[in-house]
């Protein structure tokens, strides 16, 4: 009798198995992400699978399966390729495995039950006016230059954030007041394959040696996030460009690096996502999951993933520069003063 009820107490306590796929290592968000998920959902004493893959689609797919095949009661996923992971989420939907989307949606597949993230058209809107505003685009007479860079193709957020950002400046751009150079203006011709730094780095110095070698000014450069906005910055800063002549450039997750380059004046602006709300907020989604109760969405309308229209929470995003930087992440204790070199 006594075993038996032992028995019975034991399972009825076996911990709650979560497993975390994220993209990468090499950017510091998905570091902080995994972290702070892994930190919340042990301090309620679940058990947690984190696994990062190394930008490596494959990679991804076999980590889901382990975490599968190890017996995770719930998933937590930040895909690489959001169309890859179809016949993986199969299995997990066969063992009715709950699979929640983080930050990125998980496309062309019903195995796939919540999507919660920062609300990524957004954050191309607070882009997209924040150059409006910074260039005083509305007032001034004299067109300016700008040049574009966006996401990778493979990530669904990639066109939300430029497509948020062009549809504020598009009407500046055909009224002749926004010049583009290059004539680089289309999502494909803009993206930067993996967010990569290098490639950003890369294709900007070539549009440099193209377009301003002969010393026409460049005013900005919209730039989807913090990786590709320091490849853009360091291309730059190569071709001699000093900071009293420096483009405002845009960004968003405010990295340490990025944010260091807005205190010196190398970057106008970053998108603060607060990895520690949507962390949050998952942790709250999984939890109403696992007791069998409906988490909480605010948008059941506009995250279409080829299959179904993907319940989502979206968080809101806010932008920082130099001159709210210290509030927004400072003082909320999301930085140290030493972590950012002051
Ligand atoms: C995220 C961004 C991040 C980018 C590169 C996007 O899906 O929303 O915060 O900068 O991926 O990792």
């Given at each position: 009798m006594a075993a038996l009820v032992l028995a019975a107490s034991t399972a009825a306590m076996a911990a709650v198995r979560v497993g975390i796929s994220m993209p990468t290592q090499s950017l510091q968000r998905w570091n902080q992400d995994g972290a702070n998920m892994k930190e919340r959902f042990e301090a309620i004493g679940y058990e947690?699978?984190?696994?990062?893959?190394?930008?490596?689609?494959?990679?991804?797919?076999?980590?889901?399966?382990?975490?599968?095949?190890?017996?995770?009661?719930?998933?937590?996923?930040?895909?690489?390729?959001?169309?890859?992971l179809g016949t993986v989420l199969e299995i997990a939907k066969d063992e009715g495995i709950p699979v929640i989307a983080y930050d990125r949606l998980i496309m062309e597949t019903d195995a796939v039950s919540y999507y919660a993230t920062f609300d990524n058209y957004m954050v191309g809107t607070i882009q997209g006016k924040y150059l409006v505003e910074a260039l005083d685009l509305d007032n001034r007479t004299d067109p300016v230059n700008i040049e574009i860079t966006a996401g990778s193709p493979d990530d669904n957020n990639?066109?939300?954030?430029?497509?948020?950002?062009?549809?504020?400046?598009?009407?500046?751009?055909?009224?002749?007041?926004?010049?583009?150079?290059?004539?680089?203006?289309?999502?494909?011709?803009?993206?930067?394959?993996?967010?990569?730094?290098?490639?950003?780095?890369?294709?900007?110095?070539?549009?440099?040696?193209?377009?301003y070698a002969g010393g026409l000014k460049l005013h900005a450069v919209l730039c989807s996030n913090d990786s590709?906005?320091?490849?853009?910055?360091?291309?730059?800063?190569?071709?001699?460009?000093?900071?009293?002549?420096?483009?405002?450039?845009?960004?968003q997750d405010c990295d340490i690096a990025n944010t260091k380059n807005i205190i010196a004046g190398y970057q106008a602006m970053s998108v603060f996502k607060d990895t520690r709300t949507l962390a949050e907020q998952v942790v709250k989604m999984v939890q109403a999951i696992v007791n069998g109760e409906e988490p909480e969405v605010n948008d059941t309308e506009t995250y279409f993933n080829g299959v179904f229209v993907v319940p989502t929470y979206l968080c809101e995003p806010v932008f920082a520069d130099i001159n709210n930087y210290e509030e927004l992440l400072i003082e909320s204790g999301y930085y140290t003063r030493e972590q950012l070199g002051l």
């Open positions: 947690v699978d984190l696994q990062f893959a190394n930008n490596n689609v494959a990679l991804q797919v076999s980590q889901i399966e382990n975490m599968i095949l190890n017996g995770a009661d719930v998933l937590v996923i930040s895909a690489i390729d959001g169309a890859s990639a066109r939300y954030f430029y497509q948020g950002a062009m549809d504020q400046l598009m009407p500046y751009i055909e009224a002749g007041k926004v010049v583009v150079p290059s004539g680089q203006i289309a999502f494909e011709q803009v993206a930067t394959l993996e967010w990569s730094s290098e490639r950003a780095q890369a294709r900007m110095d070539n549009l440099i040696a193209a377009n590709t906005a320091l490849g853009v910055t360091n291309s730059l800063i190569g071709a001699g460009f000093t900071k009293e002549e420096f483009p405002l450039i845009t960004g």
